[in-house]
T-cell receptor, first 118, second 111 residues
Framework: DTGVSQNPRHKITKRGQNVTFRCDPISEHNRLYWYRQTLGQGPEFLTYFQNEAQLEKSRLLSDRFSAERPKGSFSTLEIQRTEQGDSAMYLC????????????????FGDGTRLSIL | QQQVKQSPQSLIVQKGGIPIINCAYENTAFDYFPWYQQFPGKGPALLIAIRPDVSEKKEGRFTISFNKSAKQFSLHIMDSQPGDSATYFCAARHSWGKLQFGAGTQVVVTP
């Protein structure tokens, strides 16, 4: 059973650098979500894709953040000009759901990418 | 604003005890309430979930109690084991899928 896969698992970078994370969802899942989790807190929603369309973005997602899901398969999350406050675990989740309706199945999470900004 | 409030922050029980974690929500439009278990360095893993038209759900040693009128729900871990030591998160789902998480409860089960 192939779950949600995220790469890299850890990323250490200097402030001001750009970073990109990749998420491979469960193969039959058409919905993909990005969350951010800081130490001692629950995950916070960042953005959501249904197939290749980005349908929702949180106010947490500043202009320095961009996410894509070309062809509705894997997704990438890029952070430009990283800041100390970007240090967190970035989690990807996927689920299946009928397009155009609210009906959807449980979300399954990957093990995340831990970003550390020096 | 904190849409899902979770308590306690942490709790310690002896093996065989029953940790109870409580959550309260505000938005009556939430349509699904999952619980996730998270170990250090891992992503959250779905444990059990309930819909608002059901008052209780059991899966193995895990039970959710749901009180729609009070907008509260809780997780009970029966016959807890040291391997259950983890952080537990309640969540509430918006109809289109976004999960709103509580702040988490760190559970320690001593041998």
């Amino acid at each position: 059973d192939t779950g949600v896969s995220q790469n890299p698992r850890h990323k250490i970078t200097k402030r001001g650098q750009n970073v990109t994370f990749r998420c491979d969802p469960i193969s039959e899942h058409n919905r993909l979500y990005w969350y951010r989790q800081t130490l001692g807190q629950g995950p916070e929603f960042l953005t959501y894709f249904q197939n290749e369309a980005q349908l929702e973005k949180s106010r947490l997602l500043s202009d320095r953040f961009s996410a894509e899901r070309p062809k509705g398969s894997f997704s990438t999350l890029e952070i430009q000009r990283t800041e100390q406050g970007d240090s967190a675990m970035y989690l990807c989740a996927s689920s299946s759901g009928l397009p155009g309706t609210g009906s959807n199945q449980p979300q399954h999470f990957g093990d995340g990418t831990r970003l550390s900004i020096l | 604003q904190q849409q899902v409030k979770q308590s306690p922050q942490s709790l310690i029980v002896q093996k065989g005890g029953i940790p109870i974690i409580n959550c309260a929500y505000e938005n009556t439009a939430f349509d699904y309430f999952p619980w996730y278990q998270q170990f250090p360095g891992k992503g959250p893993a779905l444990l059990i979930a309930i819909r608002p038209d059901v008052s209780e759900k059991k899966e193995g040693r895990f039970t959710i109690s749901f009180n729609k009128s009070a907008k509260q729900f809780s997780l009970h871990i029966m016959d807890s084991q040291p391997g259950d030591s983890a952080t537990y998160f309640c969540a509430a789902r918006h109809s289109w899928g976004k999960l709103q998480f509580g702040a988490g409860t760190q559970v320690v089960v001593t041998p």
